[in-house]
């Protein structure tokens, strides 16, 4: 089955630094790469995604890398505001519609 | 507008007593998920329903059962819940399942405290 592992476990930077979240993937059909938000007591939010077809992807302070050889893709939020604080998970989804997460970045901007 | 609505937001039981948590969505999406989340994990799957097909993650344990009434409607049965049991249990939902670049939408939650 597919394994995502993400690093770092922990990242904390200063406000207005960026900050860089890696995950690798096993399984070379995963297709789809999601990047989810999640605060303290609330359900994972979609905050940006990429498809295998892509390299790139940009949503304002929010980008998100792809690389189909090496099987790994990284999620890039520049200009880091301390409402960016919290914990955010990668996601490789197959064919067959199943998600395998990583096992998260506790990420904390300091003011 | 809530869109993957999970109630209780919070439900305790005692040990051995069987709850049920339910997701209600307003996105007439065909596939809905059970996720449990233990703390600082990520969401671990425990099955989906495409439409009415129930698909069971193979560890997923006997406990854990699940229903699906209608397009709208899933409930988590956790028949007789241990302590390992407390997490939090995450609804999601997705268009469909069989493509892979799908999105999902995660309802808030429901945290499980087992006593």
């Known amino acids: 089955g597919e394994n995502v592992e993400q690093h770092p476990s922990t990242l904390s930077v200063q406000e207005g630094d960026s900050a860089v979240i890696k995950c690798t993937y096993s399984?070379?059909?995963?297709?789809?790469f999601p990047w989810y938000k999640q605060e303290l007591g609330k359900g994972p939010q979609l905050i940006i995604d990429?498809?295998?077809?892509?390299g790139e992807k940009k949503d304002q302070r929010i980008a998100v890398t792809l690389n189909k050889t090496a099987k790994h893709f990284s999620l890039h939020i520049t200009e880091t505001q301390p409402e960016d604080s919290a914990v955010y998970f990668c996601?490789?989804?197959?064919?067959?519609?199943?998600?395998?997460f990583g096992d998260g970045t506790t990420l904390t901007v300091k003011p | 507008d809530a869109m993957v609505i999970q109630n209780p937001r919070y439900q305790v039981t005692q040990f051995g007593k069987p709850v049920t948590l339910s997701c209600s969505q307003t996105?007439?999406?065909?596939?809905m998920y059970w996720y449990q989340q233990k703390s600082s994990q990520a969401p671990k799957l425990l099955f989906h329903?495409?439409?009415?097909?129930?698909?069971n993650e193979a560890d997923t344990p006997d406990n854990f059962q699940s229903r699906r009434p209608n397009t709208s409607f899933c409930f988590l049965d956790i028949r007789s819940p241990g302590l390992g049991d407390a997490a939090m249990y995450l609804c999601?939902?997705?268009?469909?399942?069989?493509?892979?670049?799908?999105?999902?939408?995660f309802g808030p939650g429901t945290r499980l405290t087992v006593t």
């Open positions: 329903y495409y439409d009415k097909d129930f698909n």
């Open positions: 996105l007439n999406h065909n596939v």
């Open positions: 996601a490789a989804k197959n064919n067959a519609g199943k998600s395998t």
């Open positions: 999601a939902t997705s268009r469909a399942g069989g493509l892979a670049d799908d999105e999902q939408y």
């Open positions: 399984d070379s059909a995963s297709n789809y």
């Open positions: 990429i498809r295998s077809n892509v």
